[in-house]
């Protein structure tokens, strides 16, 4: 069955960097729109960005020129390199595909950006 395995949150200062890596395996990686999405404390999940097979990039209005999403298809891995990190950065983040049929949820990762 297909999963996904988030890592590398953690906590940082506001305009510090984080790079968060997404593995996937039992689903045809190459072939999917995949995007990392992000969920703060009562609020609903959201796409951050997403990156289809041919590489090009769709960013949410909220963190393009900061966030970069790319993709190693051979490793069957998405990263999300986080750079000049606000406050209102701090979520869990999830990695999916961009579009339905979803793959299952994974833990997420947790970015906390304070001071």
């Known amino acids: 069955q297909a999963h996904v395995v988030e890592s590398g949150g953690g906590l940082v200062q506001p305009g510090g960097s984080l790079r968060l890596s997404c593995a996937t395996s039992?689903?045809?990686?190459?072939?999917?729109?995949l995007g990392w999405y992000r969920q703060a404390p009562g609020e609903q999940r959201e796409l951050v960005a997403a990156?289809?097979?041919?590489?090009?990039?769709e960013y949410a209005d909220s963190v393009k020129g900061r966030f970069t999403i790319s993709r190693d298809n051979a490793k069957n891995t998405v990263y999300l390199q986080m750079n000049s990190l606000k406050p209102e950065d701090t979520a869990v983040y999830y990695c999916n595909c961009r579009n339905s049929p979803f793959l299952s949820w994974g833990q997420g990762t947790q970015v906390t950006v304070s001071s």
């Open positions: 039992g689903v045809v990686f190459s072939r999917r729109l």
């Open positions: 990156i289809a097979p041919s590489g090009s990039q």
